[in-house]
């Protein structure tokens, strides 16, 4: 079965500092990895995929398979990012519409 | 395009009752899935509906059911509620049913108490 941790319920950071939102996941496979943001009264969305390999808003996350994390980074935090943050997972194949998501992370990034 | 609609908002129901909630899938979707999220936890995966077949179950019981209609719109019913129902039911739409991830559009969501 497949797992996904975030350690951090509630992540605080100033205006231009730099933000990483932890994310680890158990799984034998091969997983998809995405991570989705809900900001305040919005409903959830995808912020990106790790197979896309892109960077959105100026977040960007890396699959690191040796230390099953997807942790997601951006350099220079913006008060519109404070939003919540869930991690998630597809386990292929078959499995793909399936998402495994994490417990999420509060992100509020002060003025 | 609405996007993912989901009805009703809110929803109050007693122990024991039976609930439906109901979605309909962004303009041009074909496959439903359901979420439930309880409070302070992460979406859990309850099933998948494609073609009108439930094509993938998560980790529920049978007193967890759903329907999807030749418009592809969806129905999660519950039978037999528990306090620990009470939840943010949430649908997502996304287009197909493959081996390759396809994006899903969640709907807003409704809350149910149970009492």
């Known amino acids: 079965a ?3 941790t975030q350690p951090e319920k509630l992540l605080s950071v100033f205006k231009g500092a730099p933000v990483e ?24 969305q995808l912020l990106l995929r790790h197979i896309s390999r892109e960077s959105i808003k100026g977040f960007t996350a890396d699959l690191n398979k040796g230390e099953t994390s997807f942790h997601l980074k951006k350099p220079f935090a913006q008060e519109e990012d404070s939003a919540m943050y869930y991690c998630a997972l597809s386990a292929g194949g078959t499995s793909y519409g399936k998402l495994t998501f994490g417990q999420g992370t ?3 990034v002060h003025p | 395009d609405a996007g993912v609609t989901q009805s009703p ?8 009752q039976q609930v439906t ?9 074909d496959t439903v899935s359901w ?3 309880a409070l302070g936890q992460g ?10 077949e439930e094509r993938q179950r998560g980790n529920f019981p049978d007193r967890f059911s759903g329907h999807q209609f030749p418009n592809y719109s969806s129905e999660l019913n519950v039978n037999a509620l528990l306090l620990g129902d009470s939840a943010l039911y949430l649908c997502a739409s996304s287009l197909g049913y493959s081996l390759t ?6 709907g807003p969501g409704t809350r149910l108490t149970v009492l």
């Open chain 1, 2 to 4: 497949q797992r996904v």
């Open chain 2, 43 to 52: 979406p859990q995966f309850i099933f998948q509906y494609y073609e009108e």
């Open chain 1, 106 to 108: 509060i992100l509020t």
């Open chain 2, 21 to 29: 909630l109901r979605c309909s899938p962004k303009s041009g979707h």
């Open chain 2, 101 to 106: 991830y396809n994006e899903q559009f969640f």
């Open chain 2, 9 to 16: 908002t809110h929803l109050i129901k007693t122990r024991g």
């Open chain 1, 21 to 44: 939102l932890k994310c680890n996941y158990s799984y034998s496979g091969s997983p998809e990895l995405f991570w989705y943001v809900q900001y305040s009264r919005q409903r959830l």
């Open chain 2, 35 to 37: 979420y439930q999220q």
